[in-house]
């Protein structure tokens, strides 16, 4: 009896160890069989897949029919539909791919602002006092040549007294040449200083004509335009660095656009502008770019160009919000698709190629310029090739649930690691 329970220890080891390698077997080929018929999977929670119909344990949903087959032949996912009533269910419409010409343009908005070029800052050209202040408050628009207000300076009346000195030093040696001369000189120089402390020449004659100091010199507007900015009352004391307003010329004005950097490649001077308004929807204007900002913002990194417009009419005020289309010509002879076509999900871009009747194929692509609908396809596609245009996204839905569940078939059950006999088992075998 001592002699024979080693010999049968042995044969019920044996005994065990083959059915546990009957028992794998028929694990490895149920999963396999799962993987090839067919399979019912969670929307919700792709793990949870079975060969019959059923309730998904997790949140309660129906399973549906698991509607592709792996794929071993490519990295993208070769799917197929069961049957075409589901095709139909998808929705699925395809286009070829094809070559054509794409109208490079640019659709933004812009920013109207005065033409700085046409903007007066207006200072007093020496100290002292302000009276007669013609401009009331922002906004007021003034006429070229307006009376802006009176200035009373001690160093202007100083100047006149000088020019009115010269003139009668010019009368007196009007009989020798080479005195007159001298005389004439000072005469003008007296004239340029008057100039350069804002008295225009109108005044001047005035002041040669009564022989006359004018104690409050009129400063007239030099240009026609609204005033803003202002800060000059009657009776302040004012210098030549105090700004009193500013006058904006607005028949003249710039538009600021901004450009993105996916769209600043072909961006050049003198291209074609289509301006418009929501304030004015009926009208169209067209301009060109004139300058091109050389710096971005340092957020968007959009570049800014801006566009002149004539505003004779007054039709457009600062700060208006403006469309602008730019346009660019043509790029000829260009792979492209429609653009609701694409997926993209911020990493990559991805298309569904319809194959055959029912078999469709994830891709990825890289894509080039956008215009009217239309996208460039720079790689990923070839002139031909059948694209989904609609329905696509439940198909690429239905290709990540594919993917995982080729992971959780290439997850097979090892019997080593399962049915390992305990350390005691495992000695006593290995002794015998």
Not at 122 to 128: K, V
Request: charged share 15%.
């Amino acid at each position: 009896m001592k002699v024979g329970l080693p010999r049968f220890g042995q044969m019920v080891w044996l005994l065990f160890w083959l059915l546990c390698y009957l028992s794998y077997g028929r694990v490895v080929n149920a999963a396999e069989q799962t993987n090839t018929s067919q399979q019912y999977v969670c929307p919700m929670h792709p793990q949870v897949v079975q060969d019959h119909e059923g309730v998904c344990p997790i949140c309660g949903m129906d399973l549906v029919l698991q509607a592709f087959q792996p794929s071993q032949t490519s990295s993208s996912l070769a799917v197929d539909t069961v049957d075409a009533t589901q095709a139909i269910g998808f929705g699925t419409r395809s286009v070829a791919v094809q070559k054509t010409t794409l109208w490079q343009y640019i659709e933004t908005f812009g920013r109207v602002q005065p033409d700085e070029t046409k903007v007066v800052h207006i200072h007093p050209r020496a100290a002292g006092w302000v009276s007669d202040l013609a401009v009331r408050q922002d906004g007021d628009f003034i006429e070229k040549g307006q009376l802006l207000y009176r200035l009373y300076s001690a160093e202007i009346v100083s100047a006149q007294q000088d020019y009115l000195l010269a003139l009668q030093n010019a009368s007196r040696l009007s009989g020798s040449t080479a005195a007159h001369k001298t005389a004439q000189s000072i005469v003008s120089s007296a004239q340029t200083r008057l100039s350069l402390l804002g008295v225009d020449k109108a005044t001047q004659a005035l002041i040669a004509k009564q022989n006359l100091p004018i104690h409050q010199i009129p400063i007239y507007a030099p240009q026609s335009g609204f005033a803003e900015q202002l800060v000059a009352q009657n009776g302040m004391y004012v210098e030549p660095k105090t700004e009193l307003m500013s006058l904006n010329n607005l028949s003249d004005l710039w538009v600021i656009a901004e450009v993105l950097p996916l769209q600043q490649a072909w961006l050049k001077k003198g291209l074609t502008v289509d301006l418009q308004t929501d304030a004015l929807p009926k009208k169209q204007w067209e301009s060109r770019i004139d300058y091109i900002y050389p710096t971005l913002d340092k957020t968007t990194q959009a570049t800014q160009v801006r566009i002149p417009f004539n505003n004779r009419g007054g039709e457009l005020r600062p700060n208006q919000l403006m469309q602008v289309v730019i346009y660019g010509g043509p790029k000829r002879n260009v792979l492209a698709i429609p653009h609701s076509a694409v997926i993209d999900d911020g990493r990559e871009q991805r298309v569904v190629k319809q194959l055959a009747a029912g078999q469709y194929q994830v891709a990825q692509i890289q894509t080039g310029m956008q215009t009217a609908g239309l996208v460039e396809i720079v790689s990923g596609l070839d002139e031909g090739d059948q694209i989904v245009v609609s329905g696509q996204f439940l198909l690429d839905s239905e290709s990540q649930i594919q993917q995982n569940l080729a992971r959780l078939s290439a997850a097979k059950i090892k019997p080593k690691s399962e049915f390992s006999p305990l350390p005691e088992q495992a000695e006593a075998a290995h002794a015998h």
